[in-house]
Structures are given as structure tokens and as C-alpha cells.
């Protein structure tokens, strides 16, 4: 049993479990990636926004700062590599574990926070998925977390921040 349950290691679930921690809750975070950070271990370029949210820091530092701070409380329990795969009635969260996802843990929360993002907002075309053809996001997931260049002629379309940063 724990008091909280936080399904998502991103900045938002990494916030939620720092700021519940520090008030003394017992937390659960739980990632399905190899390591914590979410979108920004993909990150290396320095974000924009508000200095008060990091701005001109890149979002690996942000995310190894965030871990640390997390690493301070010893009431953190974190299950990374892990998918949570179900809630059902009786406030049992299910979670699939393990590299071939052989591992099942079960898990009673007083609260659950969803921190799980948000999806690519894919441009819908005919044969978009077609191989060689790919979001921003997975172009930058597939360079900065698994060092895959995916082609060296490259059209992107959108010069926003990330067609920039990604380009
Ligand atoms: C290419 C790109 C560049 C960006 N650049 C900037 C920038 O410069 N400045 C800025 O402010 N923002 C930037 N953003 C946006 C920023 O990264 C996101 O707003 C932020 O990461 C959202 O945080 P989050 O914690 O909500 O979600 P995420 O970072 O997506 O974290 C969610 C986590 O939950 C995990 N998860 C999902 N489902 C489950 C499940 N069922 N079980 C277990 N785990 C699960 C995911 O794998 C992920 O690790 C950028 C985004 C992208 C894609």
C-alpha cells in the first residue's frame, strides 16, 4: 500500500512526486521508460519558456536535477521499465514489468496521479506511415535516446521550435 501513486516519470509525474515527498507522503512512481525524465532525456537542445521552469537549460540537465532531488526522500519508491496496464474496482493498480514484460506487480494506492503525457500530433496524409515518414518527436527520440540518425536528406515541414531544434 501506498499513499500515492504516480503513474508517469516525466517533469509533471517527477514534480508531483518531489512536492508530495516533501510534504511526507509515501510515493510510488511509476515509468515505463529505461530511466526517469520523460520527454526530456530526449531533450538536449536548452528549453525555452519561463526561467522560472528552466528556461536555458537542456532538458537532460533538467531531468538529472529533478532524479536527484527525487533520490533525496527515502519514502520514494520508484518502478522504472515498468508499465501500469490497469485500475480496476477495488484500487488495485496492475503493472507489467521486465525487458519481455514478464514480471506483474500489484499495487493499492490512496491516490493516483496521471502524469502518463501526451501523444505526437501526427499530420494525417495519405501513406503517413509509410517508413521514413516520422514526427518530430520520434525523429528526436529515435537520435538523442537510441544515437539512430533516421535519413540524411531530410524535408521537414513546420519551422516552429521543435521543426528548428529537431532540424
Ligand atoms: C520534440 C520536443 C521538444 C520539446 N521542447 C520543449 C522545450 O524546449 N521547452 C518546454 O518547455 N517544453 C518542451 N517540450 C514539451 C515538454 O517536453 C513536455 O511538455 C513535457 O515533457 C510534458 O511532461 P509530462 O510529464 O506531462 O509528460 P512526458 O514527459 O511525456 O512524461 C510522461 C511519462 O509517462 C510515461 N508513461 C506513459 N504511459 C505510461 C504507463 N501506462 N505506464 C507507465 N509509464 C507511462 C511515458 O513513457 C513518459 O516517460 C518539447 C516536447 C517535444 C516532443
Known sequence: MTDIAIIGGGPAGLSAAIY?????????????????GGQLIKQTHKFFGSEKQ???IRGIEIAKKMIRDI??????????????????EDEVI???????GDILKKLNAKRIILATGASENM??????????????GAVQTLMNLY??????NILMIGAGNIGLVVS
Do not use: R
Not at 508530495?20 to 526517469?36: C, H, M, P, R
Not at 533520490?71 to 480496476?88: P, R
Not at 503493472?95 to 519481455?100: A, K, L, R, T
Not at 544515437?147 to 540524411?152: A, F, K, L
Open 20 to 36: 508530495a515527498a516533501s510534504l511526507g507522503a509515501k510515493v510510488t512512481l511509476i515509468d515505463d521508460g529505461l530511466e526517469l
Open 54 to 56: 528552466f528556461a536555458g
Open 71 to 88: 533520490k533525496e526522500y527515502d519514502h520514494v519508491e520508484v518502478i522504472d521499465n515498468a508499465t501500469v496496464t490497469g485500475y480496476y
Open 123 to 136: 499530420l494525417p496524409f495519405i501513406n503517413n506511415d509509410l517508413p521514413g515518414v516520422y514526427g518530430a
Open 94 to 100: 496492475t503493472i507489467v514489468q521486465g525487458v519481455n
Open 147 to 152: 544515437g539512430v540518425v533516421p535519413g540524411n
